[in-house]
């Protein structure tokens, strides 16, 4: 089975903190995700991975950017993280051939900025 | 952009007893994909069932079916014989087939399973 694994389970962070965090598949494949999940508005797209450092934005990227150096591994990052950042992330990959194709999830993190 | 509603954001069933979660979207699109995902306590989101919008016949998965009506534009799960382990997040997607990272998610709906 595929693993997505997420570093953090829970994380808090202080207002201003530069906050990362870390999303690693195990089954080479080609797209990555990450959507930020909020009580009443379900899951949004943060941003997209297509391939080793290639990114576009997703609908809500303010405040976030992303990296991804290996193929396995892709980062967001709260360059200055603020009360609003406090959300749930979910980390998803996919592989690119075939649009149908469901989406594999993290456990996600739960980040609470104080 | 093509939306997502889920206009039930709790419901709850008797455990052995059947459920129908709703779902709707909107799109001007005549070929995509359609997703409901379940999010337990764990977080983990699993894949309960894919329907292909060009199959006339309903996706079924067990005790996990769809009533796909593409005309209404309404894509509802029905859970038969219930299980406590039914009890989660459920989250109806839609995907474009022409965009491979325009995965749209409506809000969810809590099941809760009653003993």
């Known amino acids: 089975d595929v693993k997505v694994t997420q570093s953090s389970r829970y994380l808090v962070k202080r207002t201003g903190e530069k906050v990362f965090l870390e999303c690693v598949q195990d089954m080479d494949h080609e797209n990555m995700f990450w959507y930020r999940q909020d009580p009443g508005l379900g899951l949004r797209l943060i941003y997209f991975s297509y391939d080793v450092k290639m990114k576009e934005k997703g609908d809500i990227p303010e405040g976030y950017s992303v990296s991804r150096e290996k193929k396995e591994r892709f980062s967001l990052i709260l360059e200055s993280a603020s009360t609003n950042q406090t959300s749930m992330y979910l980390c998803a990959s996919n592989p690119w051939t075939v649009s149908g194709e469901k989406l594999f999830f993290g456990s996600g993190t739960q980040l609470s900025v104080l | 952009a093509q939306t997502v509603t889920q206009s039930q954001p709790e419901m709850s069933v008797q455990e052995a007893e059947t459920v129908t979660l709703s779902c709707t979207y909107d799109?001007?699109?005549?070929?995509?994909?359609l997703f409901w995902y379940k999010q337990p306590p764990s977080r983990q989101m699993i894949l309960v069932i894919r329907?292909?919008?060009?199959?006339?016949q309903n996706a079924t998965e067990n005790r996990f079916s769809v009533n796909f009506q593409k005309a209404a534009k309404s894509f509802s799960l029905k859970i038969s014989d219930s299980q406590l382990g039914d009890a989660a997040m459920y989250f109806c997607?839609?995907?474009?087939?022409?965009?491979?990272?325009?995965?749209?998610f409506g809000a969810g709906t809590r099941l809760t399973v009653k003993p």
């Open positions: 329907q292909e919008a060009y199959k006339q």
């Open positions: 997607a839609y995907r474009s087939p022409y965009n491979n990272n325009d995965m749209r």
């Open positions: 799109t001007s699109e005549s070929d995509y994909y």
